[in-house]
């Protein structure tokens, strides 16, 4: 398959509690992307982060990068219910086209 | 426009019919991703247009399955005899840079029924 695996598939919690989403891929990358997309709709870009880079912030949002493990972390702390969607990572493919590959996604579901 | 636009937004067709996809990118970008997603499965690429490079077609799933990119601008995704596998919602996405740094601005999808 050319899609990266992320884990969990599903994540129900509450309300200010953390929710933490891991990314895998397979083929070294220039760059990972983390986007959101709500039920039924498109996709919003959520953070970039460098495959020199170890760990960005934005906001909420934490997102970490190891690449001799090949993975990846999405950290979204204190959540809301308006966090409730699915995340998507996305591994853009060093060499070749440098095409962007994206993971199976994470439903996060948030209760107030 | 403001963003990227796709139409139609929903298309109901009958196995074995042809269908055309259109995706309209934001204004100046030079990149321009076709996406696949099936009903609660993630994106699966299908193909990539850089600038005036040629095409990254790897993803595109049989030869029924084609696209072209009009002038820099509006590409059209075709299904030819379309199968009920090909049932999915189509995602386009472009982006301002063709380089590695670029992040992807989608449209809102085309969702495709074959009965």
């Known amino acids: 398959s050319q899609q990266g695996e992320e884990d969990p598939q599903a994540l129900s919690i509450q309300e200010g509690e953390n929710a933490t989403m891991n990314c895998s891929y397979k083929t070294s990358i220039n760059n990972l992307q983390w986007y959101r997309q709500n039920s039924g709709r498109g996709l919003v870009h959520l953070i970039l982060?460098?495959?020199?880079?170890r760990e960005k912030h934005s906001g909420r949002l934490r997102v970490t990068l190891d690449t001799s493990k090949k993975s990846s972390s999405l950290l979204i702390t204190a959540s809301r219910a308006a966090d409730t969607a699915s995340y998507f990572c996305?591994?853009?493919?060093?060499?070749?086209?440098?095409?962007?590959?994206f993971g199976t996604g994470t439903r996060l579901q948030v209760f107030p | 426009g403001a963003g990227v636009s796709q139409s139609p937004s929903n298309k109901v067709t009958e196995k074995g019919k042809d269908v055309e996809l259109r995706c309209d990118p934001i204004s100046g970008h030079t990149a321009l991703y076709w996406y696949r997603q099936s009903l609660g499965q993630g994106l699966e690429f299908l193909i990539y247009?850089?600038?005036?490079?040629?095409?990254?077609k790897s993803g595109l799933p049989s030869d029924r399955f084609s696209a072209e990119r009009t002038g820099g601008s509006v590409s059209t995704l075709t299904i030819q005899r379309t199968q009920q596998e090909d049932s999915a919602v189509y995602l386009c996405a472009s982006s301002p840079t063709t380089g590695s740094a670029g992040e992807l601005f989608f449209g809102e999808g085309s969702r495709l029924t074959v009965l």
């Open positions: 996305a591994a853009r493919v060093l060499g070749g086209t440098d095409k962007l590959i």
């Open positions: 982060i460098r495959s020199n880079e």
């Open positions: 247009f850089q600038g005036n490079s040629a095409p990254d």
